[in-house]
């Protein structure tokens, strides 16, 4: 595809359940994002992978959340145990490597509802 | 840390009018860039803009500009013929370019409403 694909755009699930959000990004992008978008707020970060390695994971709020990227492609954000306040959208982003581009393309997120 | 704060959570503007959106930010990095996106109601977001910070020259983009205050760390997005479809939330963000990563810092968003 030629974007971001986020999968699944929507994911109802039970307080202390695990649940698995895929991003697919674009093609040829070394750079993937996620972000944590609450209702009414700004994206907050997670972590960051630079190829198959992650970076930056300093935003990941506690070890019940791990995310991956095995083959330098697709990413798989996990979160174990999941409790009421981790509904929110989480969104998906790819850029480039380096400064010279900075545009961040972004999926159009999943939705995770905790009961 | 970064921070990045937007401290207008709302705003509204008849259509065909500017309107300006604020956005200051804190660091002690002098390399550095500065986006402004826009997440319309469908929920996808877009880059309007960026700015680096070494160029002492204001971005624009058709009807978006910017006034980018290095000094004052201060980053102000400009709309001329506001239009509606600029109704979005924007968000400011940060991205510094040291130590080879880019981690992006994204501010609380200000809401624009445009009015026809």
């Known amino acids: 595809g030629a974007g971001v694909s986020q999968t699944p755009s929507n994911k109802v699930t039970e307080k202390g359940k695990y649940v698995e959000l895929r991003c697919d990004p674009i093609?040829?992008?070394?750079?993937l994002y996620w972000y944590r978008q609450s209702l009414g707020q700004g994206p907050e970060f997670l972590i960051y992978?630079?190829?198959?390695?992650?970076?930056?994971d300093s935003g990941l709020p506690n070890d019940r959340f791990f995310a991956v990227r095995p083959e330098g492609s697709v990413s798989t954000l996990k979160i174990q145990r999941t409790e009421r306040g981790d509904s929110a959208v989480y969104l998906c982003?790819?850029?480039?490597?380096?400064?010279?581009?900075?545009?961040?393309?972004f999926g159009e997120g999943s939705r995770l509802t905790v009961l | 840390a970064q921070t990045v704060t937007q401290s207008q959570p709302e705003m509204s503007v008849q259509e065909a009018e500017t309107v300006t959106l604020s956005c200051t930010y804190d660091t002690s990095e002098n390399n550095y860039y500065l986006f402004w996106y826009k997440q319309p109601p469908s929920r996808q977001m877009i880059l309007v803009i960026r700015?680096?910070?070494?160029?002492?020259q204001n971005a624009t983009e058709n009807r978006f500009s910017v006034n980018f205050q290095k000094a004052a760390k201060s980053f102000s997005l400009k709309i001329s013929d506001s239009q509606l479809g600029d109704t979005a939330m924007y968000f400011c963000a940060f991205m510094k370019t040291s130590s080879g990563t880019y981690k992006y810092i994204f501010g609380t968003g200000t809401r624009l409403k445009v009015l026809a």
């Open positions: 093609s040829g992008h070394t750079a």
């Open positions: 982003a790819s850029s480039l490597t380096g400064p010279y581009t900075g545009e961040l393309f």
């Open positions: 700015q680096e910070a070494y160029k002492q």
């Open positions: 992978f630079q190829g198959t390695g992650a970076a930056d």
